[in-house]
């Protein structure tokens, strides 16, 4: 185990001067904190001590109710039985690593990926096999070379991927759901994004798809879908789920009770009342606005600012993009040079396998406002300019 560099350099750009393109934060100012206060006095006054005592380990049954019932469809019957409520979605994924996989497992997963997927698994002595991905997200038709490698489970973050910011098409996804069960491979969906779309129509998500063929042909899930309230409420609140056929989350429940017991119960009795006052529902809107106002800033500064060569992608809707920089250029080298002129990114090579990734960097453009983003990509290109 290491630790995480990713988290490391955040230490360095909480300063109030840099301007940090580097987390997958949200933006605090746009926090709901009026909301989550009176949320707060009301569950008190209302629940005592009962929202502060330990809880069940499967999560506040309220809680899962809602969750099932947003899930479910004429196809899909998810019941409180399929949903865990996790300390975020991090620990679902460092869970569902616990329950599922053993050393020499192989995991196949998109290059590049989400770091922290990696971090959870890599110290369970995982192999994990990369396949590629392009704009319209994981290259399904090269997954046969590694489908013969018997992999245990494939990973995926289907919509607004971290870091590259794209989305796995509606036609690869059906070729996808299909192409696993074929080969008895399990899917982790991994959806903290999905809220977050600032243009085109929604594909379905790969439980729905799955739950399909599973009707067709009287099979059960083979998927496992992992989700979050931490980019649409707030992340300090670390509610997340999982989604999964009652015998897995059986298996869940049992690794949360050695993890922590339990996800807290207070901050389960806030998320519920904002459910229920409509806050989840405002919420999502005014992200939208605000962040696909950021993108289209952070696009059109990258254009303007950007040397002849450079390349990046162009998400619909989540929190980043990756840049390819022209010429070879280091990332980590640059971002050395970019830390002295108080703008932060990550390198993209460490979300890589293989050693690749090395002239890319992932940009966040939810946490930064707009007058900010103009300035840190200003001064990027002109490190870039000097560069070349």
């Not at 036609?171 to 982790?188: F, M, Q």
């Amino acid at each position: 185990m290491q630790r995480s560099a990713l988290r490391e350099l955040l230490k360095l750009t909480a300063r109030p001067e840099m301007i940090s393109f580097a987390g997958g934060l949200p933006a605090a100012e746009l926090f709901p904190v009026e909301q989550v206060r009176q949320a707060a006095d009301a569950v008190l006054g209302r629940k005592g001590g009962q929202a502060l005592q330990y809880g069940e380990t499967e999560g506040l049954g309220e809680l899962r109710d809602w969750i099932a019932a947003k899930f479910s469809r004429p196809n899909l019957s998810v019941s409180r039985s399929n949903v865990i409520v996790v300390s975020g979605a991090q620990q679902g994924l460092d869970l569902i690593g616990r329950v599922l996989l053993s050393e020499g497992d192989g995991v196949i997963v998109e290059n590049p990926t989400y770091l922290a997927a990696l971090s959870a698994w890599r110290p369970l002595g995982v192999r994990f096999l990369a396949v590629r991905g392009d704009a319209d997200g994981l290259r399904v038709d090269e997954l046969d070379t590694l489908l013969v490698q018997r992999p245990k489970l494939l990973y995926t973050v289907p919509n607004f991927q971290n870091p590259q910011g794209t989305t796995l098409s509606a036609e690869r996804r059906g070729r996808l759901v299909a192409l696993l069960r074929e080969h008895d491979v399990g899917l982790i969906e991994d959806n903290p994004y999905g809220e977050l779309r600032y243009e085109g129509a929604a594909p379905p998500n790969l439980l729905d798809l799955d739950a399909g063929i599973a009707v067709q042909d009287g099979s059960g899930s083979n998927v496992v879908y992992v989700g979050t309230f931490s980019k649409v409420l707030a992340p300090g609140l670390r509610v997340g789920w999982v989604i999964a056929p009652s015998d897995v989350v059986e298996k869940l429940v049992q690794a949360k009770q050695a993890a922590d017991l339990h996800t807290s119960s207070l901050s389960q009795h806030i998320v519920c009342e904002l459910l229920k006052t409509g806050v989840f529902e405002r919420q999502i809107p005014l992200l939208c606005a605000a962040y696909g106002e950021r993108r289209d800033r952070m696009l059109a500064a990258l254009e303007r600012c950007f040397p002849t060569g450079a390349a990046w992608t162009r998400p619909a809707g989540g929190m980043f993009l990756l840049v390819t920089l022209p010429g070879g250029v280091d990332a980590g080298a640059l971002l050395e040079r970019a830390l002295l002129r108080q703008v932060a990114f990550v390198p993209g090579r460490e979300f890589h396998l293989d050693g690749q990734g090395r002239s890319t960097l992932r940009l966040n453009f939810s946490n930064a406002g707009p007058e900010q983003i103009d300035e840190g990509i200003r001064r990027l290109g002109e490190l870039l300019d000097e560069t070349q």
